[in-house]
């Protein structure tokens, strides 16, 4: 961590108390790991913040873990669905991630009131995990038909996708 | 039915049925749809450009359905821009063509197993030509693009045209009760 990404995380930290769950770098770049209701909050104080103002949304994306094993060898996931939000200060150069465990079902808040760049980001989550956002104003598919029934991108979805025939032509 | 050119003391004029006139225009004046989804799409605009030069034959592109007499399917389909494709199809007018260019468009291609894609154009279109290659190179393209030449050639279009307009509507001359003009 650099600097300002210290200096950024020890703010973060004095705003939301124990709602941080984890702190921690990688191949990414800093990951601060918060609850999944504290994520409103979380962007809220980034997108405010005095010095690195985090003016940009870049992405918002999900990993699906329900195939973890121990041969992966990575810590086993606290639960179903992980959630990044990809956040970046364009004056202060820096980028920062937000992550929020969710179980399957479970509704995540909508990022939209902070960033508008999250619509599409969300939708794209939405159609391909099946993750719902509570608050977001339109949560509909985005890459696949209206009428398509599943999520393609969790793991029990078959790779080859479903038989062609079964889907309802336009 | 190709009509044959005579010369004459005149000048030259065509002797043939008019259906084999009628396709000998349609043939040279066989236009395209500029449109692509992928990267065959490129291969497409090459093929109109002057290596190939399908200009000699009289193909070239139109940027509305409403003129284009063959789509040309090239790229990858997914099944939110099937249902656009359909659409464009839809709105061409008859008599028209559909050439699938390349595997994707053929078969889904490389892309054949991801959820999104199409298995073939023909699963929602009527397929005249299919190409194969990933991407087919220009002469491939010219090469099918003459074979809808051969099959307009063979084509009754006339005679089929009328007997679609007789069954949908009444004799749209009725002779009987007219006073023949003087
Ligand atoms: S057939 Fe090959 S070149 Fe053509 S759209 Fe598919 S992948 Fe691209």
Known sequence: MNRQETSVVERLKSALGGKIQDVYEDGRGVVVRVELSAVPDTLEALRSDASTPFNLLADVTAVDWSRWSEETGMKPPPARFSLYYNLYSISATTRLFIEAWLEDGQAAPSATPFYASADWAERTVFDMFGIRFSGHPDLRRIYMPDDFEYSPLRKEFPRRGVDPQDFPQE | ?182
């Open chain 2, 1 to 182: 039915m190709t009509p044959t050119i005579e010369r004459g003391p005149e000048g030259g004029f065509a002797v043939g049925p008019i259906d084999g006139l009628l396709n000998l225009a349609r043939k040279h004046s066989l236009w395209y749809l500029l449109f692509g989804t992928a990267c065959c799409a490129i291969e497409l605009m090459q093929t109109g450009g002057p290596r190939t030069d399908t200009d000699r034959f009289g193909m070239v592109f139109r940027s509305t359905p409403r003129q284009a007499d063959v789509l040309v399917l090239a790229g990858t389909i997914s099944y939110k821009m099937a249902s656009r494709i359909r659409l464009l199809y839809d709105q061409m007018a008859e008599p028209k063509y559909v050439i699938a260019m390349g595997s994707c468009a053929n078969t889904g291609g490389l892309f054949q197993e991801s959820y999104a894609v199409v298995k073939g154009g023909d699963l929602f279109l009527p397929v005249d030509v299919y190409i194969p290659g990933c991407p087919p190179r220009p002469e491939s393209l010219c090469e099918g693009l003459m074979l809808i030449q051969q099959k307009i050639e063979r084509e009754p279009w006339l005679k089929k045209a009328w007997g679609k307009y007789k069954s949908d509507k009444p004799d749209p001359m009725p002779t009987e009760g007219c006073e023949p003009l003087r």
